[in-house]
Structures are given as C-alpha cells and as structure tokens.
C-alpha cells in the first residue's frame, strides 16, 4: 500500500486510469438513462414518476458511500500514516455533499407528488441532513487551518466520530415508524424490486461510482500539485527574505 | 485519583472565578426561553406545546456557548500542555475538565429547566421527566461538545466553526429527549428514548474523552 503513497508514482497511474473511468462513467450513464427513462415500465402506482427514482436512489447510496470513503481513508491516514489518504478523504467531501445534496432534493422533489409534501423530519430525512451538515462542518475544518498538512488529523477525527450516523441512515427505515420507504435492495431476503427496475437502478448506481473516481482523480491531482505549489512559494518567499536580509545588512 | 479530582475542582474554581460558569449560562437559559413567548405569542397551548423543544433547544444553546473556556484559556497559557504531561493520562483529564463543565453548565441548567418549564406552561405531567432527561441529556453535550472543542482548539476562527461540528452530533441527544419528556405527557412510557439517552451518555463518557484527547494532542504537534 506504501507504494502508492508517492505522488509522481500515484500521479501517474491516477493518470492512465482517468480516461477508462471517465468514459465508464459516460457510457454506463447513457445506458442507464436509456434503460430508466425509456426502457423500464412505468409502476403501476406512481406512473412515470417512479423514474426519478434513478436519480435519487443512486444519489443516496453515492452520499453513504463516499462518507465510508472518508472515514476509511481518515482511518487508514490516521493508523498508518499513508499521507494520500488524507488527501482521499478532502477531496472526496465535496463530492459526497453534492450527492447528499443531490439526494435531498430529488428526493424533495419525488416526495411532492408521492407524499403530497416537500419536507418530513422523519428518521431517514432528518438522519441524511444530519450527514449534510457532517459533511460540511468536515469541509469547515480543513477550510480553517493555514496550513493544510496540518488539518489532516483532526479532520480525520472528526470523519471518523461522524462516521456513527451512517448506520443510523442504513436502519433508519427499520427502527423507526417513517414515510420513506423501507429497504427494498440490500434487505435480509434480496432485493425487493423486480429485475426490469432493478437493473436499471444498478447501472445507474455504478455509473454514479465511476463518475466519483473520475472526479475524485481529478480533484487529487489538483490537490497534490496545490501541495505542491504552496511548497514552491513558501520556499520563494523564504529565497526572497533571506536574499533581502542580505542585502538589507549589507547597508 | 487525586489527581482526577484535584483538576475537576480546580476548573470548578476557575470557572466561578472568571464568571463564566453558572450565572452567565442560567442568564442565557433565562433570556433565550423569554424570546420565544415573546416571539410568539402568549398563548397558553401554543407556548405548552413547544415548550419542550424550546427548553431542550435553549439548553443545549447554553451548553454549546459554553465549551470552548473547555480548553482554549488553558491551550493559550500552556497549562493544557503541562496537564498532558502529567503521570494523569489525558483521556482522564479530559474527562475531569468535561465533568467540571458540567457541574458548572449542565447541573444549573438542569436546576432551572422546571422553573423555566413554568414559565412556557409545560404540562405538569413532564416535570419529573423533564429533570431526569436533562440529567442524562446534560452530560452527554459535555462530553460531545468537549470533543468539538479539542478538535478547534489552537484553529484561528475556532469560535464560529465550533457549533458548526458540534450541533450534527447534539442532535440525537436532542431527539431523544424530547421523545422523552413528550411521551410523559402524553401518557406513554418515557423509558425507551431514556434508555437511549443513557446509552448515549455511556458511549459519549468512554469515547468521547478519547476523541478529544486525540485531537488534544494533535494542537500541541
């Protein structure tokens, strides 16, 4: 694992895999829109606006998904000092938030018709917006430190304590009495939906994956020649000070 | 164990000589419950009926303005540098400084929660409740919010981004305890969210002053 902790090396390989992940991601993404919105039936209750049900439950898992992410990198960054990790863990945040973001309003937007409601503070909703709000106050931390080498561990604590909500989103359904709808695809008895809906949801889902790596290799490459830059200045402005020391006690 | 003690009662003093422990959090307390009537209308139901949330919110608005004289006072003179030097391991001096938060924060609050349950006419079938839940709800935001305060300690714009880390956190505790006090009145049993809240307290006693020692450390790098 030590191996790929060189950036040059990380670099490199982050850059011959970038172009197979980008276009996963578009082709899954144009097959799993075709497949949703055209190919698979509309239900029998809901009509078509069960489609944006590919949108939305993608979303959702993505928003879980990138925070175990965070908190794995944060652990392993934290445990045994691979310096990437850390940098895993900020750059995926924001792409996390988004899909959170995402998330909530699609599913707002889902709700309106369904639900005859924009907003509910039930357990899945208000549990979700409780990982909204970590992922920003995560985002907040790394903001707050001058120096960003430094704002890696504690942010990894702080990654790592949130962690907590996400098991209470995955349950939420099943502990608590709530409007949303309950585990239909990783439950105890496999997946609830039949295979028409189900195929599509996981295209989409996959899809969603593959366009996180890429925009996660995009963000570390931007993260590490950042670090790299901010090394360069510091280092110029200290050239220039001791330059301008010199000269400034030669008078 | 003298040690544990001689910190707790030594923040415990500290916090009475500078003001800062249970005057100015009960003012607060008082203040913040008035603007609600004030806000909203003196109407007896209405303010009855929020007024469980509105005490709830308003504690934990004390409590959180509160931590960070947790660790910032003692960070900026090296005391907390020295106290993690000493033979008391950290973890258990974070737990002496978030206990003495507490009994400087969280206890008044819980002693003036039914008077001021009074003043926003909360059923008086909830009173009981009301006391226990704050017992078991106050520390817990001490400890939580001790872990929010290692982590600013030391950042330069620490105040502001404090709540920002702590509030997703307090707001389980939040939940449960005014399912609580709400179940009271309305006749059910309380005991489920106040065995939750006691869980909470009990991961939050054991984990938390880990955490915070943690991050502790970190700011001292």
Same mark, same amino acid.
């Given at each position: 694992?030590?191996?790929?902790?060189?950036?040059?090396?990380?670099?490199?390989?982050?850059?011959?895999?970038?172009?197979?992940?980008?276009?996963?991601?578009?082709?899954?993404?144009?097959?799993?829109?075709?497949?949703?919105?055209?190919?698979?039936?509309?239900?029998?209750?809901?009509?078509?606006?069960?489609?944006?049900?590919?949108?939305?439950?993608?979303?959702?898992?993505?928003?879980?998904?990138?925070?175990?992410?965070?908190?794995?990198?944060?652990?392993?960054?934290?445990?045994?000092?691979?310096?990437?990790?850390?940098?895993?863990?900020?750059?995926?945040?924001?792409?996390?938030?988004?899909?959170?973001?995402?998330?909530?309003?699609?599913?707002?937007?889902?709700?309106?018709?369904?639900?005859?409601?924009?907003?509910?503070?039930?357990?899945?909703?208000?549990?979700?917006?409780?990982?909204?709000?970590?992922?920003?106050?995560?985002?907040?931390?790394?903001?707050?430190?001058?120096?960003?080498?430094?704002?890696?561990?504690?942010?990894?604590?702080?990654?790592?304590?949130?962690?907590?909500?996400?098991?209470?989103?995955?349950?939420?359904?099943?502990?608590?009495?709530?409007?949303?709808?309950?585990?239909?695809?990783?439950?105890?008895?496999?997946?609830?939906?039949?295979?028409?809906?189900?195929?599509?949801?996981?295209?989409?889902?996959?899809?969603?994956?593959?366009?996180?790596?890429?925009?996660?290799?995009?963000?570390?490459?931007?993260?590490?020649?950042?670090?790299?830059?901010?090394?360069?200045?510091?280092?110029?402005?200290?050239?220039?000070?001791?330059?301008?020391?010199?000269?400034?006690?030669?008078? | 164990?003298?040690?544990?003690?001689? $910190?707790?009662?030594?923040?415990?003093?500290?916090?009475?000589?500078?003001?800062?422990?249970?005057?100015?959090?009960?003012?607060?307390?008082? $203040?913040?419950?008035?603007?609600?009537?004030?806000?909203?209308?003196?109407?007896?139901?209405?303010?009855?009926?929020?007024?469980?949330?509105?005490?709830?919110?308003?504690?934990?608005?004390?409590?959180?303005?509160?931590?960070?004289?947790?660790?910032?006072?003692?960070?900026?003179?090296?005391?907390?540098?020295?106290?993690?030097?000493?033979?008391?391991?950290?973890?258990?001096?974070?737990?002496?400084?978030?206990?003495?938060?507490?009994?400087?924060?969280? $206890?008044?609050?819980?002693?003036?929660?039914?008077? $001021?349950?009074?003043?926003?006419?909360?059923?008086?079938?909830?009173?009981?409740?009301?006391?226990?839940?704050?017992?078991?709800?106050?520390?817990?935001?001490?400890?939580?919010?001790?872990?929010?305060?290692?982590?600013?300690?030391?950042?330069?714009?620490?105040?502001?981004?404090?709540?920002?880390?702590?509030?997703?956190?307090?707001?389980?505790?939040?939940?449960?305890?005014?399912?609580?006090?709400?179940?009271?009145?309305?006749?059910?049993?309380?005991?489920?969210?106040?065995?939750?809240?006691?869980?909470?307290?009990?991961?939050?006693?054991?984990?938390?002053?880990?955490?915070?020692?943690?991050?502790?450390?970190?700011?001292?790098?």
């Amino acid at each position: 694992m030590h191996r790929f902790a060189n950036p040059t090396r990380f670099l490199r390989i982050a850059g011959a895999v970038l172009p197979w992940c980008a276009s996963a991601t578009v082709v899954l993404l144009a097959v799993g829109l075709y497949l949703g919105l055209f190919v698979a039936p509309p239900d029998y209750q809901q009509g078509d606006t069960v489609r944006i049900m590919f949108v939305h439950v993608p979303a959702s898992w993505m928003a879980l998904f990138v925070y175990s992410v965070m908190a794995g990198a944060s652990a392993v960054g934290f445990i045994w000092r691979h310096p990437l990790n850390d940098l895993v863990a900020k750059a995926s945040a924001p792409i996390g938030a988004s899909f959170t973001f995402v998330a909530l309003v699609t599913g707002s937007i889902w709700g309106q018709p369904m639900w005859g409601t924009w907003w509910v503070w039930d357990a899945r909703l208000t549990s979700v917006l409780i990982l909204f709000f970590l992922y920003l106050g995560y985002m907040a931390l790394w903001q707050a430190y001058d120096d960003p080498g430094r704002a890696a561990k504690p942010a990894a604590i702080l990654a790592l304590v949130g962690f907590v909500n996400v098991p209470i989103i995955k349950f939420s359904v099943d502990w608590w009495n709530t409007l949303h709808q309950p585990a239909s695809v990783i439950t105890a008895s496999g997946p609830k939906i039949h295979s028409s809906i189900l195929a599509p949801l996981l295209v989409m889902i996959v899809a969603f994956t593959f366009y996180y790596l890429t925009v996660l290799i995009y963000r570390l490459r931007a993260e590490i020649l950042a670090r790299k830059i901010r090394v360069i200045r510091l280092a110029q402005v200290e050239g220039r000070a001791a330059a301008g020391a010199v000269g400034g006690g030669a008078d | 164990m003298s040690a544990f003690l001689g $910190l707790l009662w030594r923040d415990v003093r500290l916090a009475f000589k500078q003001g800062g422990a249970a005057t100015m959090t009960l003012m607060f307390f008082l $203040l913040t419950v008035t603007l609600f009537p004030l806000g909203v209308g003196p109407e007896i139901e209405v303010l009855s009926r929020i007024s469980t949330g509105v005490l709830l919110v308003a504690a934990l608005f004390a409590s959180m303005l509160s931590l960070d004289r947790l660790f910032q006072a003692d960070y900026e003179d090296g005391s907390l540098e020295l106290i993690s030097l000493s033979p008391l391991p950290l973890v258990l001096a974070v737990l002496a400084k978030s206990a003495a938060h507490w009994l400087t924060t969280g $206890l008044p609050l819980v002693i003036a929660a039914p008077l $001021l349950a009074l003043l926003l006419a909360m059923d008086p079938s909830g009173y009981p409740v009301l006391i226990l839940t704050m017992l078991l709800a106050t520390p817990s935001l001490s400890l939580i919010g001790a872990i929010g305060a290692a982590l600013t300690v030391g950042v330069r714009r620490g105040g502001v981004l404090l709540p920002l880390l702590v509030l997703p956190l307090f707001i389980p505790v939040l939940i449960f305890a005014v399912g609580a006090v709400e179940a009271a009145i309305g006749g059910l049993t309380p005991r489920p969210h106040l065995f939750i809240l006691a869980a909470i307290l009990c991961i939050a006693a054991v984990l938390g002053p880990w955490a915070s020692a943690a991050a502790l450390r970190l700011a001292f790098e």
